[in-house]
């Protein structure tokens, strides 16, 4: 079946690790992003990428950095710049066109 | 900055009633109307998308949207304890860049 697969589930980091978050999909599409979400707050763009080698920063890029070698692949390294990184974190794909983006199941970061 | 502005509830409603959910975006050159479920703990699924002015029936979901007043709602028919979960409204923004800006969040919960 095709789908995005995010993981792990679960992350545990400690203060001034960088950690790497994985996100795999088979959809073939070309466009993919990653979005946090905390409580009350939405879910807020960090990165997105439109074709392979190719990336922008989002609304909240600071202390992030992604890579897009692969079309299938888009990881999102957490880096020890990023002072609040527990959240859920959510990778999308979208087809073409007017579509909706299609969502993993997500990542949940916490800081230890 | 472009914003979308959700109610954030909770909006509580009887087993059987209409629900409706409303959405306003800052962004009047805003292409594409989206509304997510999110149950609690689990990723954002797509219900239905929008992008001509009137309404977009599918099944117990009606999409409606008002170009003029910067305005889009979802209709729940016959509404169903099932369907208790948050609901998110997307903007896509106009320009080449395809990203969704995300409004918070309305809890729905449908009481039997």
């Known amino acids: 079946d095709g789908g995005i697969t995010q993981s792990p589930k679960y992350l545990f980091r400690k203060e001034g690790q960088n950690v790497t978050l994985s996100c795999e999909q088979n959809l073939n599409h070309d466009a993919m992003y990653w979005y946090r979400q905390d409580p009350g707050q939405g879910l807020r763009l960090i990165y997105y990428?439109?074709?392979?080698?190719?990336?922008q920063k989002g609304d909240i890029a600071e202390g992030y950095s992604v890579s897009r070698e692969k079309k299938e692949s888009f990881p999102l390294t957490v880096t020890s710049a990023q002072k609040n990184p527990t959240a859920f974190y959510l990778c999308a794909s979208r087809e073409g066109g007017h579509y909706g983006y299609t969502f993993g199941s997500g990542t949940r970061l916490t800081v230890v | 900055q472009k914003e979308v502005e959700q109610n954030s509830g909770p909006l509580s409603v009887p087993e059987g009633a209409i629900a409706s959910l409303n959405c306003t975006y800052s962004?009047?050159?805003?292409?594409?109307f989206f509304w997510y479920r999110q149950y609690s703990g689990k990723s954002p699924e797509l219900i239905m998308f929008?992008?001509?002015?009137g309404d977009k029936e599918d099944g117990r979901f009606t999409a409606q949207l008002n170009k003029a007043s910067q305005y889009v709602s979802l209709l729940i028919r016959d509404s169903q304890p099932s369907d208790s979960a948050t609901y998110l409204c997307a903007v896509r923004s106009g320009g080449s860049n395809y990203k969704l800006t995300f409004g918070k969040g309305t809890l729905l919960t449908v009481n039997p």
């Open positions: 929008i992008y001509s002015n």
């Open positions: 990428s439109q074709i392979v080698n190719d990336f």
């Open positions: 962004d009047r050159g805003s292409q594409s």
